[in-house]
């Protein structure tokens, strides 16, 4: 905190050293305390850094337990790093099967709903152009249905968010 004031920034260490990233939850703990958004977004940076290569380490569960007790729900910064980590490598087998990754998911409820959450935004769905005499279809991610961006339909060229489009079931 100290550090912080003085330099706009703390001491760097290397990503795959695991105390780093509780040094991390603590300096994003003490900073939502203090209101400091500036090291709440440089914790945040720095943890998005390290915890890709920290996801089956022996200090994974004790990370994801202090993140989960030290902030609030509404505070997303390290919560929404670590569950998109998770999410994005669930798929690899030596991260799903790992005992360290399953502790974390197993004694922390909260994160495994976000991964959850994450996962079902990233889960592919295919969807059909509205308009009745047009059959396009297109593969999209669940999170682009309430995107709220217009897209042009390529081959009748209706226009509307996704969230017209019917959802096609497979
Ligand atoms: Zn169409």
């Known amino acids: 905190m100290v550090t912080y004031m003085y330099t706009g920034r703390y001491p760097h260490y290397a990503p795959y050293d695991t105390t780093e990233l509780l040094h991390c939850v603590d300096v994003y703990a003490i900073a939502e305390m203090y209101q400091v ?53 669930i798929r690899d087998d030596d991260t799903l099967n790992n005992s360290k990754f399953n502790k974390a998911l197993d004694e ?42 217009e897209e042009i339909c390529p081959e009748c060229q209706y226009r509307s968010t996704y969230s017209y489009w019917h959802q096609v079931e497979d």
């Not at 994160?111 to 308009?131: G, N, S, W």
Request: charged content about 25%.
């Open 108 to 149: 922390v409820a909260d994160f495994r709903k976000d991964v959850m959450k994450r996962l079902a935004k990233e889960q592919a769905v295919t969807i059909e152009c509205p308009i009745s005499t047009c059959d396009f279809q297109i593969l999209i991610k669940a999170a682009a249905l309430d995107s709220g961006r």
């Open 37 to 89: 958004q500036g090291l709440k977004e440089f914790a945040t940076a720095h943890f998005k850094d390290c915890i890709v290569f920290n996801l089956t380490s022996t200090i994974f569960p004790k990370v994801v337990k202090d993140i989960y007790e030290s902030t609030v729900d509404g505070s997303r910064g390290l919560r929404d790093a670590v569950s998109n980590a998770a999410a994005r490598s």
